[in-house]
T-cell receptor, first 114, second 115 residues
Framework: AQSVTQLGSHVSVSEGALVLLRCNYS??????LFWYVQYPNQGLQLLLK??????LVKGINGFEAEFKKSETSFHLTKPSAHMSDAAEYFC????????????FGTGTRLTVIP | EAQVTQNPRYLITVTGKKLTVTCSQN?????MSWYRQDPGLGLRQIYY???????DKGDVPEGYKVSRKEKRNFPLILESPSPNQTSLYFC??????????????FGNGTRLTVT
């Protein structure tokens, strides 16, 4: 079965600390991987995506993620958390080049402590 | 400004009273989709449409209807709402080519409460 799992529904970090949000996928075909962010009272917006090529992907607001095939992971990181990073983050996967459908993880709510 | 517009943002209704949530996009996107978001479950797809007059069921279509008579509009219809349809709903759109080439653009959501 093809799926995506986010470990940890809530993550708290201090301002300035490293942010690490975990995402693992299960797939029998090469996946296309995405991170979306949802700020309070807003819709989701794309943070970054991995399709092919370089496995370390940089996104907006200083976030990056690394595709590790051997670990079936696509963890999201940011070296130094900012108060404005407080939001809910969703990992998502697509399994076909021409597909518009995304399968979303259950989300991780990030709290940044001043 | 490129956007997906949903209305209303908040809706409280009673069981069995038909309602429609509208969704409109101004980006000439072929693909549109409806999701519901529930705590601990993430986003689950209700229905999607690859183009005008083409709609398909997603993962949780029961109790919902959609139509795609025009490219820009994709309303979500609840013929007889029930309390288990209380949720946060999102409409999204993207251009042809799939997620590899075109990210989903989301509306700001509609919070529905059915009593």
């Amino acid at each position: 079965a093809q799926s995506v799992t986010q470990l940890g529904s809530h993550v708290s970090v201090s301002e300035g600390a490293l942010v690490l949000l975990r995402c693992n996928y299960s797939s029998s075909v090469p996946p296309y991987l995405f991170w979306y962010v949802q700020y309070p009272n807003q819709g989701l917006q794309l943070l970054l995506k991995y399709t092919t090529g370089a496995t370390l992907v940089k996104g907006i607001n200083g976030f990056e993620a690394e595709f590790k095939k051997s670990e079936t992971s696509f963890h999201l990181t940011k070296p130094s958390a900012h108060m404005s990073d407080a939001a809910e983050y969703f990992c998502a996967v697509s399994f076909q080049t021409g597909a518009n459908n995304l399968f979303f993880g259950t989300g991780t709510r990030l709290t940044v402590i001043p | 400004e490129a956007q997906v517009t949903q209305n209303p943002r908040y809706l409280i209704t009673v069981t069995g009273k038909k309602l429609t949530v509208t969704c409109s996009q101004n980006m000439n996107h072929e693909y549109m989709s409806w999701y519901r978001q529930d705590p601990g479950l993430g986003l689950r797809q209700i229905y999607y449409s690859m183009n005008v007059e083409v709609t398909d069921k997603g993962d949780v279509p029961e109790g919902y209807k959609v139509s795609r008579k025009e490219k820009r509009n994709f309303p979500l219809i609840l013929e007889s709402p029930s309390p288990n349809q209380t949720s946060l709903y999102f409409c999204a759109s993207s251009s042809r080519g799939g997620q590899v080439n075109s990210p989903l653009h989301f509306g700001n959501g509609t919070r529905l409460t059915v009593t």
